[in-house]
């Protein structure tokens, strides 16, 4: 495949990740950038044009676009109606309704939309996946997420906790779940009065197995992380280390890949190990997937339907955390 010309939009915080993995991978040639508002690129950057505006006459293959939510529908919907395919941050777009619209126009025009809903890429998750099929834990009976801290710069309203941060959780358990119902949600606006930074969604699958998810922007220190409890036993993940640890009594005598490993049994006889994981940036996992995705090869991005899903059960727990009771927003200036 020829190299893939690629036009990255925005360069914020996310943007300058994009560009340092695009100008690292030679299987793409990023051949401009547009910031309407940045006006340098880093200095650790190789060359590259920086545009306010995307010129009429540039052409390109592929649009990575890390602008703000809130104009990712009307950006990615100009993009495609230009013929260019779109990869575009999480989340893909603000409504269940405009991902759906983003999905029919890239099918009509026959190119390629996927949204980086990076954990997925995650080689933890990976590990994860591998833990969950094994059956080592038995049957899977609860999933706990924890996604805390890193408030963005600049919110606007229509954004929130839940569609920033939740949209990774509820995505990556809709994978490991299957279908989803949205059963119950709390929230919090503690900074405004209009939008939520903080919030608990419980979710149940078909099959019964059920899930919390806790969000907040608030913690001081980014937290990321997942339990998940089985019948026989519990695997601890952090996002962040890459760690996947295995607990639970008489794990080490199962038949499973895992029985090879090193295990410990404490007094109590729980034993436990830490299942191995290729450290890889997932950012780089992504491009991979995405060059995967380009060429028509199997890969794990969300497209289609599983891109529509991500945001439509952030939408549904968006509509309960509204519809519940929610602890009142102190304005610290009045006193009260
Ligand atoms: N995958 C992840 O883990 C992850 C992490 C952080 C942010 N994000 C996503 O990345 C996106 C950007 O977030 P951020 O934290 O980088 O925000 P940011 O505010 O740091 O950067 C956004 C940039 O987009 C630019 N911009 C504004 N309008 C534009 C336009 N029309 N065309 C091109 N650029 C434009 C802004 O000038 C700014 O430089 C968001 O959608 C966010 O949800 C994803």
Known sequence: MAKIRTCLFGLGHMGKNHLRVLQEDARFELVAVVDPVTDALPTTASAVPLHKHLPDDLTFDLAVVAAPTELHYSLVTKLLEAGHNVFVEKPAASTEGQARDLVALAEKKGLKLAVGNIERCNPVVGALRGVIQSGILGRLVHLNGLRAGGFPRNVKPGNNVILDLGVHELDLFRMFLGPLDIVHGVGHCTQTSSIYDAAE??????????????????????????????????????????????????????????????????????????????????????LDQLHLYLSGEAHILAVGAELIESVSLVEQAEKQVASAHVLPFHDPKSGH
């Open 201 to 286: 969604i419980s979710v149940r699958s078909k099959k019964g197995v059920t899930g919390t998810v806790h969000v907040n922007w608030l913690t001081p220190q980014r937290m990321r992380s997942i339990r998940v409890t089985g019948s026989e036993g519990l695997c601890l993940v952090d996002y962040i280390q890459q760690t996947c640890e295995l607990h639970g009594h008489n794990l080490s005598k199962k038949n499973t890949p895992f029985q090879r490993l090193k295990w410990t049994t404490d007094a109590q006889g729980l034993d436990s190990t830490s299942v191995p994981v290729a450290q890889k940036e997932s950012l780089k996992e992504q």
